[in-house]
T-cell receptor, first 113, second 113 residues
Framework: DGGITQSPKYLFRKEGQNVTLSCEQNLNHDAMYWYRQDPGQGLRLIYYSQIVNDFQKGDIAEGYSVSREKKESFPLTVTSAQKNPTAFYLC????????????FGDGTRLSIL | ELKVEQNPLFLSMQEGKNYTIYCNYSTTSDRLYWYRQDPGKSLESLFVLLSNGAVKQEGRLMASLDTKARLSTLHITAAVHDLSATYFCAVDSRGSTLGRLYFGRGTQLTVWP
């Protein structure tokens, strides 16, 4: 079955540490996205990518970095510069077509130790 | 920046009752998406509305789009407990990068017996 796989499901970060969240899709979608969700809030866009080796900052990119070396993969690194990383992180993908909805992974919950 | 406002943010309703969730947005768009999220889970696509006057129905939920009023509604008919979840609307601005969505804060719906 096609879908989006995020791992790990839960992640703990020590102060000063960088951590990387994995996102893989086998839907053959061109576009991939990373969102952050805080309790009682909507989704805020961190980074997005429409094509391999290219990505753009979203609304809250500071303290995060991404790469898009393969169409299927869009990992997100939460750097030590992100002072408040505790949140639920959702990866999504879509066709580059405004009639297509975004498909979401099951999310990674990141907490600070 | 495009702003998306949902109301109400919290909705508690009795089984069998009807209610409407509203989604207003601040700029021109003819693409609107509704998603459902269960607690601790990912987002599930419910409806994609692609033009002014579009109406989609699935079971007890019906969504509509009025692009002139910049308003979408999600109407719940004869609510049942299984509809308890958080519902998000998301807008694709005509002026934005293809595929980039702006989300509302969500409406947390609780249906009680």
């Amino acid at each position: 079955d096609g879908g989006i796989t995020q791992s790990p499901k839960y992640l703990f970060r020590k102060e000063g540490q960088n951590v990387t969240l994995s996102c893989e899709q086998n839907l053959n979608h061109d576009a991939m996205y990373w969102y952050r969700q805080d309790p009682g809030q909507g989704l805020r866009l961190i980074y997005y990518s429409q094509i391999v080796n290219d990505f753009q900052k979203g609304d809250i990119a500071e303290g995060y970095s991404v790469s898009r070396e393969k169409k299927e993969s869009f990992p997100l690194t939460v750097t030590s510069a992100q002072k408040n990383p505790t949140a639920f992180y959702l990866c999504a993908s879509s066709l580059l077509d405004r009639s297509a909805s975004q498909h979401f992974g099951d999310g990674t919950r990141l907490s600070i130790l | 920046e495009l702003k998306v406002e949902q109301n109400p943010l919290f909705l508690s309703m009795q089984e069998g009752k009807n209610y409407t969730i509203y989604c207003n947005y601040s700029t021109t768009s003819d693409r609107l998406y509704w998603y459902r999220q269960d607690p601790g889970k990912s987002l599930e696509s419910l409806f994609v509305l692609l033009s002014n006057g579009a109406v989609k129905q699935e079971g007890r939920l019906m969504a509509s789009l009025d692009t002139k009023a910049r308003l979408s509604t999600l109407h719940i008919t004869a609510a049942v407990h299984d509809l308890s979840a958080t519902y998000f609307c998301a807008v694709d601005s005509r002026g934005s990068t293809l595929g980039r969505l702006y989300f509302g804060r969500g409406t947390q719906l609780t249906v009680w017996p």
